[in-house]
Nanobody, 124 residues
Framework: QVQLVESGGGLVQAGGSLRLSCAAS????????MGWFRQAPGKERDVVAA????????YYADSVKGRFTISRDNAKNTVYLQMNSLKPEDTAVYYC?????????????????WGQGTQVTVSS
């Protein structure tokens, strides 16, 4: 069982930056592939970025490439999402997820554990 707790969300102006963190419980964090997803009101939850167990492989949705960076610190049981050049369309609830598959998992159905989410609001 893995528990995930996101933090770092908030209100920011367009063009600004935020850094999301996701702290995981348990000793086996390094065995999990990790991902960030987001869900805007009235829309489906979509993948934003994903990272393999070692951090050696990453995936980004086209909409965030060049602006967001996913990273992980296995010693701290934490995965991060650095978000730069934020746009109003990035406004959503952001979720952290863990997959027993240690690779870079893109599909939401491939994840086994989810956090409760953190709100990110980008004003124009």
């Amino acid at each position: 069982q893995v528990q995930l707790v996101e933090s770092g969300g908030g209100l920011v102006q367009a063009g600004g930056s935020l850094r999301l963190s996701c702290a995981a419980s348990g000793r086996t964090f390094s065995r999990y592939g990790m991902g960030w997803f987001r869900q805007a009101p009235g829309k489906e939850r979509d993948v934003v970025a994903a990272i393999s167990w070692s951090g050696g492989s990453t995936y980004y949705a086209d909409s965030v490439k060049g602006r967001f960076t996913i990273s992980r610190d296995n010693a701290k049981n934490t995965v991060y999402l650095q978000m730069n050049s934020l746009k109003p369309e990035d406004t959503a609830v952001y979720y952290c997820a863990a997959a027993k598959d240690r690779r870079t998992v893109v599909a939401g159905t491939g994840y086994d554990y989810w956090g409760q989410g953190t709100q990110v609001t980008v004003s124009s």
